[in-house]
């Protein structure tokens, strides 16, 4: 196995624990029980988070004002947008709840799929690449702070 798909399935067991941008880069935080680093994932590319067959946030999000009539650009910058007011939301549930990570792993293209459940819930996240590029990062793998290695899809993104 590959050091990019070992680091996307080691988030099993972990809690899911926030979502939220940074610019335009969707943030996704896993903690682990122990005292062990966050995990994030930084998605530069098309995401989803899936409860069945309903999308309850997608990355377009962020391109609709939270308020009807509100200019687009204004709400982006004020973090006013439809995706920060999902994302905010699912945050809440992931802090009322305890969603862990039943399941991650890597597909074709660079897909990547976790499962997260909090008793008989269940949520699934897609982070979906589409650049033909192989130097144009579509997501990025690392524990927060400790300065590690970080995994980057597609590997050469990484790469000068």
């Excluded at 995706?83 to 009322?96: C, G, P, R």
Aim: net charge negative; hydrophobic share 40%; aromatic share 8%.
């Amino acid at each position: 196995m590959n050091p990019i798909a070992e680091a996307v399935q080691a988030l099993a067991g972990m809690r899911l624990v926030e979502i939220r941008r940074i610019v335009n880069i969707v943030v996704v935080v896993f903690r682990p029980d122990d005292a062990g680093a966050d995990h994030t994932i930084h998605a530069q590319c098309s995401f989803r988070v899936m409860h069945g067959d309903v999308i309850l946030l997608g990355s377009r999000d962020m391109r609709w004002p939270k308020t009807p009539g509100t200019d687009r650009d204004e709400a982006f910058d004020n973090f006013t947008t439809m995706y920060d007011v999902q994302a905010a939301f699912l945050t809440s549930k992931f802090t009322e709840g305890d969603f862990r990570v039943a399941g991650a792993d890597i597909g074709l293209g660079g897909l990547v799929v976790v499962e997260a459940t909090s008793g008989s819930d269940s949520i699934r996240i897609e982070v979906i690449p589409e650049s033909s590029g192989p130097k144009v990062e579509s997501w990025r793998l690392f524990a927060v702070g400790d300065n590690g290695e970080h995994y980057v899809y597609p590997e050469a993104a990484g790469r000068d």
